[in-house]
């Protein structure tokens, strides 16, 4: 079977794949991926300049700059999330435009605003989740878009994947470009 090259730039790490069953060690291994995504961030960004951070990850995609926002971006998205279902009964989530958000004037910013930020919340953001018991990791919120019940187990392994999907968009320039 042949790989979609396009599909291959967009998901080079494929699809998030979450297990039916999702296991203790499923979630410490996604708070670990959680935990060291802003260091890891922060290493493979520090010494790209201006020009390459406004370099896409591929032929209409996102800067290496829009991506840096965006994940903070969706990444303060699922914290309320989680907190939304923490604190209500199977909340119906704000889903939100991440392209539109993408075109914003604040995703022209230097990169420090968004690598701070997400320094922070994910600081925070994995204290929470280490202190959740297993009934609530179970809550669900339900997404406008398909209707669908997620779980706060399922979400941490969903970001994780994010976290790592984008992150891959950024390495991946970087060796096709020689920048390492």
């Given at each position: 079977m042949q790989i979609d090259p396009l599909e291959q730039l967009k998901y080079p790490i494929g699809k998030a794949k979450i297990?039916?069953?999702?296991?203790?060690?499923?979630?410490?291994?996604?708070?670990?991926?959680?935990?060291?995504?802003?260091?890891k961030m922060r290493l493979i960004t520090q010494k790209l300049s201006d020009e390459q951070l406004d370099t896409p990850y591929r032929d209409g995609g996102w800067t290496i700059r829009q991506v840096i926002h965006h994940v903070v971006d969706s990444h303060y998205n699922s914290?309320?999330?989680f907190k939304w279902?923490?604190?209500?009964?199977?909340?119906?989530?704000?889903a939100y435009h991440e392209d539109r958000w993408a075109e914003l004037n604040d995703y022209k910013a230097?990169?420090?605003?968004?690598?701070?930020?997400?320094?922070?919340?994910h600081a925070k953001w994995v204290y929470l989740l280490?202190?959740?018991?297993k009934e609530e990791l179970k809550r669900v919120f339900i997404h406008p878009?398909?209707?669908?019940?997620?779980?706060?187990?399922?979400n941490i392994g969903i970001y994780a994947w994010h976290s790592k999907h984008h992150y891959t968009h950024i390495?991946?320039?970087l060796?096709?470009?020689?920048?390492?």
């Open positions: 297990p039916e069953e999702i296991t203790e060690i499923d979630i410490q291994k996604w708070i670990k991926i959680l935990d060291s995504f802003p260091r914290y309320i999330r279902t923490l604190t209500e009964d199977k909340p119906v989530i704000k230097p990169i420090e605003l968004s690598l701070t930020a997400l320094e922070s919340l280490k202190g959740l018991s878009d398909t209707n669908e019940e997620v779980s706060l187990e399922k390495g991946n320039l060796i096709d470009k020689d920048w390492f």
